[in-house]
């Protein structure tokens, strides 16, 4: 199994080489809710975006609970995204049970999904496509291995609770959108090439319910994720 970061290119082209051609929008964050959802700003509405393919972390810890690793891992992904322009990239149906968009996440050549499990503030889940659910669970196993981000406590290990699925979270947690503001960064502004009258079906993304007020790959790159 590939170790080094040429070896993460090289599994990840290939992966994303075996997927069809999708969707792809460009969104503006606007709040992280947690380590797997965020509020975007996209075609000039806001949406809730799902990063498919992975989970927050579920650790027991009888001294602490599971509320210091989530709050580490909605940390983390709060310095990936927040306030930032994403590219989102859809794989197989564009949106859960809750309306939320379920997506593939870049900013700028960094694979946010990947990046978080990578660091060790994500797991790897059961996607609806199997794309890079080996590559996740590969960057799961090597966070684990090396004590990277809630891996580094002794104990996270033995009350580590793994979830299969993104829905088996939101079965736990409910969807994952809290009520109140959807606004953490600055109101957005468009990018040159788009427009502000643009309709998110010029993404080919069919649109939800309203919400509560690719890139090419490029491996995680740049952290130790200690």
């Known amino acids: 199994m590939p170790t080094t970061i040429g070896g993460l290119v090289l599994l990840a082209t290939l992966a994303l080489g075996a997927m069809t051609t999708h969707a792809q929008a460009p969104a503006y964050v606007t709040r992280v809710v947690d380590g797997h959802t965020i509020y975007v700003e996209m075609g000039g509405q806001l949406e809730v975006v799902r990063y498919l393919g992975v989970n927050t972390p579920r650790i027991e810890d009888p001294r602490h ?59 790897a889940a059961a996607a609806s496509s199997a794309g890079y ?36 979270a939101d079965d736990e947690q409910g969807s994952g959108v809290l009520p109140g503001r959807v606004f953490s960064a600055p109101a957005p502004f468009f990018p040159p090439l788009a427009s502000p009258t643009s309709s998110r079906s010029s993404f080919g993304v069919p649109a939800g319910p309203s919400s509560p007020g690719s890139p090419s790959y490029i491996a995680p790159r740049g952290s130790t994720g200690r």
Do not use: C, I, S
Not at 94 to 112: E, I, K, N, S, T
Not at 137 to 162: F, K
């Open 65 to 123: 609970g599971p509320e210091r690793y989530a709050a580490a891992a909605r940390e983390v992904n709060r310095r990936l995204v927040d306030g930032k322009w994403v590219q989102l990239r859809f794989d197989g149906p564009p949106r859960d049970r809750h309306g939320r968009l379920l997506a593939y996440v870049w900013v700028g050549d960094v694979f946010v999904n990947a990046m978080l499990v990578h660091r060790g503030y994500g797991e």
């Open 133 to 168: 659910a080996e590559y996740f669970r590969m960057l799961q196993d090597g966070a684990v291995r090396d004590g990277r981000g809630v891996w580094r406590e002794p104990d996270a290990q033995a009350h580590h609770r793994p979830r299969p699925t993104e829905l088996a």
